[in-house]
C-alpha cells in the first residue's frame, strides 16, 4: 500500500513536472518563436468570450458594453462594445448629419489594433464624418453582413455603406459545403439554392447547439485560456487542422482548391453578389461603395503573376451595373514600395497593422468619389 501511494505520487508529481515543461516550451515558441496563439492574460478580466454566437439573425457578435483583452507575440489590445454590441462608440440612431455604415469583417473590426488606429475611426477622423463601425470577427461573411445590414445597422439613420470584402475568407465563410465541414458547431446563416432563387438556411438548426454560445460563462474555458498556453496552443492547433482538411478536400462545392481572390466558382461569386445586391436595395438611393481588401499573400501573388485577379474584373462589371462604387485595394497596396508590404501587417498575425489602416485610408479617401469634396476641401 505505502509502494502504490508513493508510485501515484510519484505519477502525480511528474505529470506536474510535464505539464510545466510543456507551458514554458509553448511560452518559448509563441513568445520568442514562429507560434501564432493568443497569449494568456493570467487575470480574469475576460470573464466571458468576446465573439459569441447570440445573435438568432446573424450569428455571432459581441456582449453589450463589453471589455476584452487581447495578446499575442506583437500586440496587446482591449475591446470595448457599445451598447448595442459593435466595438465602437456610443452612436444615436437618429442624426441629421451625413453618417457612413462600415460592414466587414475582422479587418474592419479592427482585428489586433486599437480603435483609435483602425479605418474606421481614420476615415472619421479625417472627414469628421461618422463612420458607423459594424465590422465583426469570428468567419463573418457577406450573408452576415446582408442581415446584420438589415437587422441592425440599416436602423441607424446614414447616407451611405462602404461594404469590405476580404477574398481571402468570405467565399469560404458564405459556402455551407465548406461550412458543414470547418464550422459544423458553429451557428451559420448560408444562402442555399441557385441564384437567383436562395433561402436562407442556418447550420446548426438552433443557436444553442452553437459551441460558441454561451448562457453564462464557461468557467473552466475561461479559466483555461486565461492562464494557459496550452489551452490557446489546442485552440490554434485544431483550427489549422480543420483548414488542412478542407483544403486536401475535393468537393464540388470547392474543386481542388479553396477560393480566394484568384479562384473561386459561379455560385460561390453568385452568392456574394446576392447578398451585395440585397444591401444595396435596402439602402435605395443611399451611396453603397465596396472594397476588397488584400492579405500579404494575395499582393505578393499578384506581384507574380502581373494580371488583375478574375475578382476584380467581375465586380467592376456587377458594381458599374448596380450603381455601385468598385475600389480594389489590391492593385494600389501592391504600387506601395516592396520593402514595406510586411509593414501593412501585423507581425504575429496576417491583419492589417496600423500602419496598414493608415494606408488603407488614404486610398480609400483620394480613389471613391464619395470623399471627393473632402478632397478637394482639405
Not at 483583452?69 to 475591446?79: A, D, E, G, P, T
Not at 451557428?187 to 447547439?209: A, E, M, R, T
Request: glycine letters at 4%; charged letters at 20%; a neutral charge.
Amino acid at each position: 500500500m505505502k509502494k502504490l501511494k508513493g508510485n501515484i505520487l510519484a505519477l502525480f508529481i511528474g505529470c506536474i513536472i510535464s505539464i510545466l515543461l510543456l507551458e514554458f516550451s509553448l511560452f518559448l515558441l509563441s513568445n520568442y518563436g514562429s507560434l501564432k496563439i493568443d497569449l494568456p492574460t493570467y487575470n480574469f478580466d475576460n470573464r466571458r468570450l468576446y465573439w459569441e454566437e447570440m445573435d438568432t439573425v446573424f450569428g455571432i457578435w459581441h456582449q453589450p458594453n463589453r471589455s476584452y483583452r487581447h495578446i499575442k507575440q506583437c500586440l496587446n489590445v482591449i475591446y470595448n462594445s457599445n451598447s448595442y454590441g459593435s466595438r465602437d462608440k456610443e452612436r444615436e440612431r437618429e442624426s441629421t448629419n451625413n453618417r457612413v455604415i462600415v460592414l466587414g469583417d475582422s479587418f474592419i473590426e479592427g482585428f489586433g489594433v486599437a480603435e483609435n488606429n483602425r479605418l474606421s475611426n481614420l476615415l472619421e477622423d479625417s472627414t469628421s464624418i461618422p463612420h458607423l463601425n459594424f465590422g465583426m470577427s469570428g468567419n463573418f461573411g457577406t450573408t452576415q453582413y446582408y442581415l446584420l445590414y438589415k437587422s441592425l445597422a440599416s436602423k441607424f439613420s446614414h447616407n451611405a455603406v462602404i461594404i469590405a470584402i476580404l477574398p481571402e475568407n468570405d467565399f469560404i465563410d458564405d459556402d455551407l459545403e465548406i461550412g458543414k465541414q470547418i464550422y459544423a458547431r458553429r451557428y451559420k446563416p448560408y444562402w442555399k439554392g441557385v441564384y437567383p432563387n436562395y433561402k436562407l438556411v442556418y447550420f446548426q438548426d438552433s443557436i444553442h447547439k452553437s459551441e460558441l454560445f454561451e448562457v453564462e460563462p464557461n468557467f473552466l474555458r475561461i479559466t483555461l485560456k486565461n492562464f494557459t498556453y496550452t489551452y490557446n496552443t489546442i485552440s490554434y492547433v485544431k483550427y489549422a487542422y480543420l483548414q488542412s482538411n478542407i483544403k486536401e478536400s475535393k468537393t464540388s462545392s470547392l474543386g481542388a482548391m479553396l477560393p480566394d481572390y484568384f479562384n473561386f466558382t459561379t455560385e460561390q461569386f453568385n452568392r456574394m453578389k446576392y447578398s451585395i445586391k440585397a444591401i444595396k436595395k435596402i439602402a435605395k438611393d443611399k451611396s453603397v461603395m465596396v472594397i476588397t481588401i488584400p492579405n500579404l499573400a494575395d499582393i505578393m501573388k499578384f506581384d507574380k503573376m502581373n494580371k488583375l485577379p478574375l475578382l476584380n474584373s467581375e465586380l467592376s462589371t456587377f458594381c458599374k451595373n448596380n450603381n455601385i462604387e468598385y475600389l480594389d485595394l489590391l492593385p494600389l497596396m501592391h504600387q506601395h514600395p516592396k520593402e514595406y508590404w510586411h509593414k501593412l501587417y501585423l507581425e504575429c498575425d496576417d491583419h492589417w497593422s496600423d500602419y496598414g489602416n493608415l494606408v488603407a485610408c488614404q486610398l480609400i479617401l483620394n480613389k471613391l468619389s464619395y470623399y471627393e469634396d473632402w478632397v478637394n476641401n482639405k
